[in-house]
């Protein structure tokens, strides 16, 4: 199975996440700056949100996608005020015609004081058992 795995990372959370699917599918983790330049299977993709919104990088890089080249998505990534930045990924995914995963993980971000710390250690712990349950 091709795996691959992209991230973007305003401030090191979802950069720490992707390093976490890192290590349970042993794929090497690229910022959305790299393409797809090779057909995969499975792409873990993570994102935060900015003043509410996934960043227009992601964007970008989302549209850039076709379903010829990822077959299904896997979305993760944390917040710190809104529930979870995948329903803006899936949303612009589906819109691309790509299959995007019903599985997704969203964890809390730290904002300043508000979530302090997050994501933390148990957020990593539930991540990789997350990752595992989609391979």
């Known amino acids: 199975m091709a795996i691959a795995i992209r991230y973007y990372s305003k401030f090191g959370h979802s950069a720490k996440m992707a390093e976490t699917v890192s290590e349970v599918t042993g ?69 691309q015609g790509i299959t995007v995963s019903e599985k997704e993980f969203t964890c809390k971000g730290s904002m300043g004081p508000l979530h302090a710390g997050h994501p933390d250690q148990q957020d990593m712990d539930n991540l990789r058992k997350f990752i595992q349950s989609t391979l």
């Open 27 to 95: 794929v090497k983790p690229e910022t959305t700056d790299v393409p797809i330049s090779e057909p995969v299977d499975v792409l873990y993709l993570g994102s935060g949100v900015f003043l509410g919104k996934i960043s227009s990088d992601m964007t970008r890089f989302i549209r850039s996608l076709t379903p010829d080249k990822v077959k299904q998505v896997v979305c993760f990534g944390s917040c710190a005020i809104i529930k979870s930045p995948v329903p803006q990924m899936r949303s612009l995914l589906e819109a």
